[in-house]
């Protein structure tokens, strides 16, 4: 029996299980809500290769969406989307758009402390912090039910510039990744990264080394007071 929209919360992550009545299982598909906003990325499952990466914000009284990047298309950047969003109890949704219907399971809703839509403020460059306010160009990385996903774009030329994500784990100062999926590339995937962070006055400071093995420290900020504050 399917119960109202009010009644559970979509915060966390979830995957594409069903579309158009058939099981998915050429590809994996995740999708994160956190913070009235929520993004997608998808890989293929034979060869790890990125699909698409798409989001933006969400709005649960009577289910909204407002792409912020599509990989597909980009002409659907700016476009409000209204389809109709149904639970199947507490941990499947069913989203119809019409020329597609999609069922999702929940992964998890797990919490801690980084859970949250976060946008890049500042990096630290010859031993100098530099700090940004972000514009149309940003880059935003968002973390719930122990999933992550980063995506760089402009959300006004509709310009997309990376994404990649997987799992992640925050505990005690020590900030892990294992990476699922990547755009720009493939062969990263099974990758594991460790990083230090720390929460200072509501900001994520993350240092480590970078994927190419630099020192690395980034500043990141709650995307609704960073971004959509200074709008």
């Known amino acids: 029996m399917n119960t109202g929209l009010y009644a559970q919360s979509l915060e966390g992550s979830w995957k594409l299980v069903e579309e158009n009545g058939r099981e998915i299982t050429d590809k994996e598909v995740i999708r994160i809500y956190q913070d009235g906003y929520f993004a997608e990325g998808a890989k293929s499952t034979q060869d790890n290769s990125f699909l698409w990466a798409q989001g933006g914000e969400y709005d649960t009284g009577d289910y909204t969406e407002t792409i912020d990047f599509h990989t597909m298309n980009k002409a659907l950047v700016g476009v409000d989307l209204n389809p109709k969003l149904t639970w199947e109890g507490e941990d499947r949704i069913k989203l119809n758009n019409v020329k597609e219907v999609q069922v999702w399971e929940r992964v998890s809703d797990n919490e801690n402390e980084l859970t949250g839509n976060w946008v890049i ?111």
């Not at 006004?156 to 505990?171: D, Q, V």
């Not at 200072?200 to 995307?223: A, C, F, L, N, T």
């Open 121 to 231: 403020t500042g990096r630290q460059r010859d031993g100098e912090m530099r700090r940004s306010t972000p514009g149309d160009r940003r880059t935003i990385k968002i973390l719930a039910g122990d999933r992550f996903q980063w995506v760089a774009f402009n959300s006004a030329t509709g310009e997309f510039m990376g994404s990649g994500g997987g799992t992640y784990s925050a505990k005690d100062g020590k900030y892990s990744e294992n990476i699922e999926f990547f755009s720009r590339d493939d062969s990263r995937v099974g990758a594991k990264l460790g990083f230090d962070y720390e929460v200072k006055d509501g900001e994520w400071h993350h240092s480590g080394k970078s994927s190419k093995g630099e020192p690395m420290y980034e500043v990141w900020s709650p995307y609704a007071a960073a971004y959509l504050g200074n709008q």
